[in-house]
């Protein structure tokens, strides 16, 4: 086995660490399924170009939480066998993705990287959306994290649940300082530049009322990404209004027990409780009322 070194990530390295994230996810889809789960598919080309365009973005915004280890071929060429890419956002920290090649795990080179990570946090609050793979919870658990265990709502919608919802309306470029705000009481911080990237690929609904305002971005398949809101009840109305937009089978994802408002809504539209995966957190609480996005946190 060549030595592995661990670096920051750099531009060049996007299309190595994609297959390798590729591969590792693949692999790691495979082993945790359930048997009542679909096979787990390769990604697909858009999806690989989403990823890369997702890494460069925060490279961008802040290459210092982005770290790959490599080994080095006879050519002196550079491979991408691991990849931990975390960004902080003024006072909090987040892990966005991170993955060891199957055939390199479980010799520490995922405890190198997330060190790495984890010394650019300095201190801060960190959360993530953790998978069920056991080196992944080993390494979570080992670093200090609570795991939270989370549930999602799937199935199709029954339409004649939807009520009517009054009071949301599109969102756009003004809202966000306010949405910030409203980021930095329920998880620590603003999404800050996310919040663009975000607005580009989505459609943003919003309460805009003054006592009780909220957010929920709805991507292609007319799912929540992300939903914020002061109080329960306007979390419910933006989640109301996410499962209106769904088409067939949806998924309502990132629920933890202090979000439990949103297994009311699913219910009363006739999806289903899962459980998978979990929100980890150190040194704050789980954000609510709040969806987290497994991307942006
Ligand atoms: C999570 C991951 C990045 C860790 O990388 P790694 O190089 O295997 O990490 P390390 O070897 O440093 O540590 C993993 C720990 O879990 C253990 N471990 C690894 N694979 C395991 C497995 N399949 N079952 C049980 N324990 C396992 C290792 O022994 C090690 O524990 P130790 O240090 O106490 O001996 C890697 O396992 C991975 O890519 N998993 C699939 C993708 C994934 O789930 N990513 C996280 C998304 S949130």
Redesign the pocket.
């Known amino acids: 086995m060549h030595p592995v070194h661990v670096r920051p990530m750099r531009e060049d390295d996007l299309g190595s660490a994609e297959r390798t994230s590729a591969a590792?996810?693949l692999?790691?889809d495979r082993?945790t399924r359930r048997v009542s789960y679909p096979e787990p598919q390769p990604r697909t080309p858009a999806a690989s170009k989403q990823w890369i365009d997702r890494m460069r973005f925060y490279l961008d915004v802040d290459p210092e939480g982005c770290w790959v280890a490599v080994t080095e071929g006879p050519g002196g060429e550079e491979d991408v066998v691991?990849f931990?890419v975390s960004q902080n956002r003024g006072p909090l920290w987040y892990?966005a993705?991170?993955?060891?090649?199957?055939s390199?795990?479980?010799?520490?080179?995922?405890?190198?990287?997330?060190d790495a990570a984890l010394r650019h946090a300095d201190g801060r609050p960190g959360i993530?959306?953790?998978?069920v793979?056991?080196?992944?919870t080993?390494?979570y658990r080992?670093a200090g994290f609570a795991l939270h265990p989370q549930m999602h709502m799937v199935g199709t919608v029954d339409r004649s649940t939807l009520p009517a919802v009054r009071g949301l309306r599109e969102g756009t470029a003004d809202d966000l300082a306010w949405m910030d705000r409203l980021d930095r009481r329920i998880r620590v911080a603003g999404h800050g530049p996310d919040h663009g990237y975000m607005l580009n690929a989505m459609r943003l609904v919003v309460s805009r009322d003054i006592a009780t305002p909220g957010y929920v971005y709805i991507d292609e398949h007319g799912q929540a990404s992300l939903l914020a809101a002061a109080d329960p009840a306007t979390a419910q109305k933006l989640l109301w209004e996410t499962l209106a937009s769904s088409r067939g089978h949806t998924l309502v994802n990132c629920i933890t027990t202090p979000n439990d408002w949103a297994l009311d809504v699913g219910l009363a539209a006739r999806l289903d409780i899962g459980q998978e995966?979990y929100i980890a957190v150190r040194g704050m609480p789980v954000p609510r009322p709040y969806l987290a996005s497994g991307k942006f946190l």
Do not use: E, N, W
């Open positions: 590792t996810f692999d790691a082993t691991g931990a892990l993705t991170y993955g060891v090649l199957p390199h795990q479980g010799r520490g080179i995922g405890k190198r990287l997330i993530f959306s953790a998978s793979h056991p080196g992944a080993r390494r080992l995966g």
